[in-house]
């Protein structure tokens, strides 16, 4: 049972448009969201996290949007670049009571073509 | 500034077969995580430790064992190395892991096992 799922394993989009990733969770006791970005060969990067009590959270060209009614969330890039193509993985934090643990999703390959 | 390394980055085992997976990191975290990741199903978590001398079990730990006697070391295992321990291991580290602390990850121990 995939508590955090990404349904897309990957996306193609244009130099300069607009990258939308998208994660969607069971656990409604999820208490924060991250995104970690991994190149090839490398470990994840944390990238950019958002809190259960907001619904957004922006770093330059990173913003992440959350909708709690629907337990999904959603990784906006804009503009895309070709240096941002890589996989993204969405994860959650367990409240501490329920062990606290980091869970990933399945990642989401972002190809972004000049 | 090295933070998260992990040894040894590529190895080949025969079924059977014993070997571990060296991890250190310089932040002085309390925090470390062995996770893999098989393709299509995102990072599971293998063992865990909040601090020296605790270890935890995750997702997924058959098969593995763990040990953290000093702060910087978390030694990965693999007492009879089988065909489904094939996979991208990565070690990480945190000060904690409630509240959104950020993860930092190693570049990652691509174990094939034949």
């Known amino acids: 049972d995939q508590q955090v799922k990404q349904n897309s394993p990957s996306l193609s989009v244009q130099e300069g448009r607009i990258s939308i990733l998208n994660c969607d969770y069971t656990n409604s006791m999820f208490d924060y969201f991250l995104w970690y970005k991994k190149y090839p060969a490398e470990g994840p990067t944390f990238l950019i996290s958002?809190?259960?009590?907001?619904d957004k959270n922006e770093d330059g060209r990173f913003t992440v949007f959350l909708n709690k009614s629907a337990k999904h969330l959603s990784l906006h890039i804009v503009p895309s670049q070709p240096g941002d193509s890589a996989v993204y993985f969405c994860a959650a934090t367990e409240p501490s009571n329920q062990g606290g643990k980091l869970i990933f999703g399945q990642g989401t390959e972002l190809s972004v073509k000049p | 500034n090295a933070g998260v390394t992990q040894t040894p980055k590529f190895r080949i085992l025969k079924i059977g077969q014993s070997m571990t997976l060296q991890c250190t990191q310089d932040m002085n975290h309390n925090y470390m995580y062995w996770y893999r990741q098989d393709p299509g199903m995102g990072l599971k978590l293998i063992y865990y430790s909040v601090g020296a001398g605790i270890t935890d079990k995750g997702e997924v730990p058959n098969g593995y064992n763990v040990s953290r006697s000093t702060t910087e070391d978390f030694p990965l295992r693999l007492e009879l190395a089988a065909p489904s321990q094939t996979s991208v291991y990565f070690c990480a580290s945190s000060y904690g892991w409630d509240s959104g602390n950020t993860i930092y990850f190693g570049e990652g121990s691509w174990l094939t096992v034949v």
């Open positions: 958002i809190s259960s009590i907001k």
